[in-house]
C-alpha cells in the first residue's frame, strides 16, 4: 500500500483526553479516531490489525470445532425478557423502539438470539455437540466508557456457544476453547494468564478470564508465586483461622437478622454483612427480593460502603423476576440463611471459601426452608476478608501475589439456565426430552488489539509483534524526488509485494524526518531505507523493537524478512 494514497493521519501531539499508552498511541499513529464517547472508527492501519486479530481467532475457532455464522445487532426485546435478562441487565443494554413502536435491544451479547436459533433448529441429541461462533460488533451503554478501545459502548467480539447433552461435553469443548483462548492469546504475543472467575450476571458456575498483564488493567488478579493458582480477585476471599464462640455467633445472628422489614434494615444488614467481608448478598425483604451486589464504594440509604467494588440495590418486581435473578447471576451458588424479615438468599463469597454445600448446589437453587446447620455450614459465620498479598495460596502452593489485568477473554460453564428459560429441549435416544446444556466463550477483538499495544510500545511508538502488525515492512525513500531511491524503492516494493510480504511503501513527498518519526510512531517490525546508496542497490535495513539495524543489498532483503 502507498503511503500516499492512503489514510494515515499522525499527531505529533498527546491527544489531551487520553490517559493510557494504547489509547494515546492508536490515536496518534492514525490507527482509530473517535466518533463518540466510547465509539471509535478503525481508519486503515487500524483495521489491518483488527483482521489479524480476527483471523487468528477464526482459525484457533475452527481448530476448536466451531463454525462460524453471523447474528443481528437488533434483536427484539420478546427475546430477552424471555430469559428475564430485558430487566436484569439494567441500563448497560441500549434500547430503541421501530416505528411501529417494538422495543428493541443492540445486542450487547447474542445468548438470547443463539438459543432461540437452535430451539428452533436443533430437535435431537444426534446434532450435539454443536458450537458455533460469529465475530460482530457489542452494544453496552458502559457506565464509564475509557482508555480508548479497552472501555468501549460500541466494540467488537467474537463471541461461541456450545450446545450439549450432558456436562461432559460440556466439559469437553469447555477445555478445548480454553486451548484455543491460550493459543490465540499467545499468537497475539501476549503476555497473559487464565484466572478463576465469577459468574456474576451471566449465570453458570465454571468460568475462566484471560487477563493480559498490565498496569492499566482494571481487574487485581491474585496469583501463586509458585503453582498455577491464579484468580480474579472477587474470586479470592480467604478465610481466617479464628472461628468465633456459640456466644458471639448468636450476637452477630442478632445483627445479621433484624426482625423489620425496611430498605434502611437491608442497609444496615448490608453494612454489617460487608464488614465481615461478604461481596455478594441477597435479601428479601417482604415479597420482595432486594438484589445486592457489592463491588466499589458505594452509598444506600446514605450509608457508605467502603472497599467493596461497587453496589447497587434492585427490587425486583415479580416472583418470576426474582428467579431469573437468582438463576442468573447465583443459581448455583450456595448458602442461604432464612429469617423472619429479612433473608440472605445467596452469598457468593461464602460459597467459595468454605464450599459450602446446601440444595443449591448442582442444577438446582431453592431460597426457602432452608437451615443453617443442615443445610449449610455455620463457616458462614467465620471472619471472611479479601485476599492480601502475602497470603498463603488457596491451593496450599506458595505465596500470592497481585498483578493488574486486563479481561481480554472469558469462558463460561452456562449449564442449562438460558435453555431452560427459553424451552431449548432435545430428544435423547430414547425419544425423551431433556433441557440443552450450553457454554458461552466471549474475546474483545477490539480491547485485545489495545492489550497488544500496551505491551508493544516504547518511547517513540508503537513495536507491533509481527503476526498482528498492520503491515511487515515499511519501505521508505529518503528523497523520492531522487529518480534513483524512487527507482529503487519502487523495485524494492515490487519485489516484496511478489513475495507475499505486506509492505507500506512511504512515498509521501515529506521531509526524512517526518517519514521516521511516522514509521517509528506506526511501529511496523521491519523499515527498509532507501537513500544515499541506492546506485548500489544498497538500503538500510532496521528492526522496529530491536533498533538493530544493518545495510544490505537489495537481493538479500527476502531472506531477512521473517
Ligand atoms: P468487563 O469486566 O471488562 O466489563 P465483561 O466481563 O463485562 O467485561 P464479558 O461479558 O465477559 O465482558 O464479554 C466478553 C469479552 O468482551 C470481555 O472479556 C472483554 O474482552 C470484552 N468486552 C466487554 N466489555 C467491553 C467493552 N466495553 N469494550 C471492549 N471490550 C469489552
Ligand atoms: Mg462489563
Ligand atoms: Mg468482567
Ligand atoms: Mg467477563
Redesign the pocket.
Given at each position: 500500500m502507498k503511503q500516499s494514497e492512503t489514510l494515515i493521519p499522525t499527531l505529533r501531539e498527546v491527544p489531551a483526553d487520553a490517559d493510557i499508552k494504547s489509547h494515546q498511541l492508536l490515536l496518534r499513529a492514525g490507527f482509530i479516531r473517535q466518533t463518540a464517547s466510547g465509539v471509535y472508527s478503525f481508519l486503515p492501519l487500524g483495521k489491518r490489525v483488527l483482521r489479524k486479530v480476527e483471523e487468528i481467532v477464526r482459525e484457533e475457532m475452527d481448530n476448536a470445532g466451531a463454525s462460524e455464522m453471523f447474528m443481528p445487532a437488533l434483536q427484539p426485546s420478546e427475546l430477552w425478557m424471555e430469559t428475564g435478562r430485558w430487566n436484569t441487565f439494567g441500563p448497560?443494554l441500549m434500547r430503541l423502539r421501530d416505528r411501529h413502536d417494538r422495543e428493541f435491544a443492540l445486542g450487547a451479547t447474542h445468548e438470547e438470539i443463539i438459543t432461540s436459533l437452535i430451539r428452533d433448529e436443533v430437535k435431537s441429541y444426534k446434532k450435539l455437540p454443536l458450537k458455533l461462533y460469529q465475530i460482530q460488533t457489542k452494544f453496552?451503554d458502559?457506565k464509564r466508557p475509557r482508555f480508548g478501545l479497552l472501555?468501549g459502548r460500541e466494540f467488537i467480539m467474537k463471541d461461541a456457544y456450545s450446545f450439549h447433552d450432558s456436562f461432559e461435553s460440556l466439559d469437553t469443548a469447555y477445555q478445548k476453547m480454553y486451548q484455543a483462548y491460550s493459543n490465540i492469546f499467545s499468537r497475539c504475543g501476549l503476555n497473559f494468564r487464565a484466572v478463576i472467575a465469577d459468574s456474576g450476571a451471566m449465570g453458570g458456575k465454571d468460568t475462566h478470564e484471560f487477563m493480559v498483564l498490565s498496569e492499566v488493567g482494571e481487574d487485581t488478579i491474585a496469583y501463586s508465586d509458585t503453582s498455577d493458582y491464579a484468580a480474579n480477585i472477587e474470586m479470592a476471599p480467604v478465610v481466617t483461622n479464628y472461628t468465633k464462640s456459640s456466644e458471639e455467633l448468636k450476637e452477630m445472628e442478632k445483627v445479621a437478622t433484624p426482625n423489620q422489614k425496611t430498605m434502611q434494615d437491608v442497609a444496615d444488614f448490608l453494612n454489617h454483612s460487608l464488614a465481615k467481608g461478604l461481596k455478594t448478598l441477597m435479601f428479601k425483604v417482604d415479597d420482595k427480593l432486594v438484589l445486592v451486589v457489592t463491588r466499589g464504594d458505594h452509598e444506600v440509604n446514605d450509608i457508605k460502603l467502603k472497599n467493596l467494588f461497587e453496589a447497587s440495590i434492585v427490587e425486583l418486581a415479580t416472583e418470576e423476576e426474582t428467579k431469573t435473578a437468582i438463576g442468573a447471576g447465583f443459581g448455583s451458588l450456595g448458602p442461604v440463611n432464612v429469617s423472619e424479615g429479612i433473608e440472605v438468599v445467596a452469598d457468593s463469597a461464602v460459597q467459595y471459601v468454605s464450599n459450602v454445600s446446601c440444595g443449591a448446589n448442582a442444577d438446582g437453587y431453592h431460597y426457602v426452608n432452608v437451615n443453617p446447620d443442615r443445610d449449610f455450614q455455620i463457616s458462614q459465620y467465620a471472619d471472611l476478608r479479601f485476599i492480601e498479598e502475602g497470603d498463603p495460596s488457596p491451593d496450599g502452593n506458595g505465596t500470592i501475589l497481585f498483578a493488574k489485568g486486563i479481561e481480554v477473554g472469558h469462558v463460561f460453564k452456562l449449564g442449562k439456565f438460558y435453555a431452560e428459560k427459553m424451552g431449548a429441549k432435545y430428544l435423547d435416544d430414547q425419544g425423551k426430552a431433556n433441557t440443552m446444556i450450553m457454554g458461552c466463550y466471549g474475546i474483545g477483538v477490539s480491547r485485545t488489539l489495545a492489550a497488544i499495544v500496551e505491551q508493544y510500545h516504547d518511547e517513540n511508538g508503537i513495536t507491533w509483534p509481527t503476526k498482528v502488525a498492520p503491515f511487515h515492512v515499511h519501505l521508505i525513500a529518503i528523497n523520492s524526488k531522487k529518480e534513483e531511491q524512487k527507482q529503487l524503492a519502487d523495485e524494492v516494493y515490487q519485489t516484496l509485494k511478489s513475495a507475499g510480504i505486506e509492505v507500506l511503501y512511504d512515498d509521501r513527498k515529506e521531509r526524512a524526518g517526518v517519514k521516521f518519526a511516522d514509521s517509528d510512531l506506526v511501529g511496523i517490525p521491519y523499515r527498509i531505507t532507501v537513500g544515499k546508496r541506492a546506485d548500489e542497490g544498497y538500503v538500510e535495513f532496521k528492526h522496529r523493537t530491536t533498533g538493530e539495524q544493518s545495510e544490505l543489498h537489495q537481493s538479500e532483503l527476502l531472506e531477512s524478512i521473517k
Open positions: 448497560e453496552r458502559e472501555r
